[in-house]
C-alpha cells in the first residue's frame, strides 16, 4: 500500500532525540538554556539566539563530536522503529535542524537517513571553535520552510513535518500535514496551531502510514 505521505520531514532535538543539542554542549548554562526555551516557544526570533549561545559555549571539534553519539543513545522510545517503518514503506525521509552538522551526522547514519540539512560549524585547525555557516537559512526564523520549499520544488509526492518549536511550526504551510510532537516538550503554541498533536512516536507513526 502506497504511503498517504511520500515525504516526512523531522526535526531532531526534543523530536527524535529527548535532548536539546545546544543545551548539552553548555553544560546546562542557566543563559543558553533560557535561550533555547524562549526561542523554541517563539519569544525570540532564532536569528537572535543562534550566535550568541554559540559565542557563551564555543564548542570544540571534539565536544561537538560526542554530542553526536549523546544523540545516537537518547532517542526518542519508538524513533527507530518508526523510522524503519518509513522507510520500509517507501517514505523519503529528511531531518531538518538548526542542529549542528558534525553532531547530527553520526545519528541520520545510525538510523539510514542520508538526507541531513543542518548548520555546519567552522574549526580552527587545533578545534577549536572559529564561527558557524552563517548563510544557512535554519539560522535564522522561517530557515525550516524554506529548507522544506526547496526540497519539495525537487521531489513530487505529499509531505508531513514532524516537529516540537516554533521553528518547526514555521513550515506548516509548506506542508501537507505539520504533526506537533509533545512527547519530549509539550509546548502550547505548537500545540494549538498543528494540524495534530502526537505525545509518542506511536502516534506520529499512526498518521503517516
Not at 553544560?27 to 549561545?53: F, H, K, S, W
Not at 585547525?125 to 552563517?134: H, P, Q, S, T, V
Not at 509539550?186 to 500545540?191: H, L, N, P, S
Amino acid at each position: 500500500m502506497t504511503p498517504p505521505y511520500r515525504l516526512v520531514f523531522f526535526d531532531v532535538d526534543s523530536t527524535l532525540v529527548t535532548v536539546e543539542g545546544i543545551d548539552v554542549l553548555g553544560g546546562g548554562d542557566p543563559q543558553v538554556v533560557a535561550l533555547t526555551e524562549a526561542a523554541m516557544n517563539g519569544a525570540i526570533p532564532l536569528e537572535e539566539v543562534y550566535a550568541r549561545r554559540l559565542e557563551i559555549i564555543r564548542p570544540d571539534r571534539l565536544v561537538v563530536e560526542s554530542l553526536g553519539s549523546s544523540y545516537v543513545a537518547s532517542l526518542v522510545e519508538g524513533a527507530a522503529e518508526t523510522i524503519e517503518d518509513l522507510k520500509a514503506a517507501g517514505v523519503i525521509i529528511h531531518l531538518v535542524t538548526a542542529g549542528l552538522e558534525q553532531a547530527i551526522r553520526p545519528l541520520a547514519e545510525w538510523l539510514g537517513i542520508p538526507h541531513v540539512h543542518a548548520v555546519r560549524l567552522q574549526f580552527e585547525a587545533d578545534g577549536a571553535y572559529k564561527d558557524f555557516d552563517r548563510r544557512s537559512p535554519l539560522t535564522r526564523a522561517g530557515g525550516k520552510e524554506i529548507v522544506v520549499r526547496d526540497v519539495r520544488a525537487r521531489t513530487k509526492g505529499k509531505a508531513a513535518f514532524v516537529g516540537d518549536g516554533a521553528s518547526d511550526l514555521e513550515a506548516k504551510s509548506a506542508v501537507d500535514l505539520f504533526i506537533g510532537f509533545g512527547g519530549v516538550r509539550e509546548r502550547a503554541m505548537v500545540r494549538e496551531n498543528a494540524h495534530v498533536y502526537a505525545t509518542s512516536m506511536r502516534d506520529v507513526a499512526a498518521h503517516l502510514l
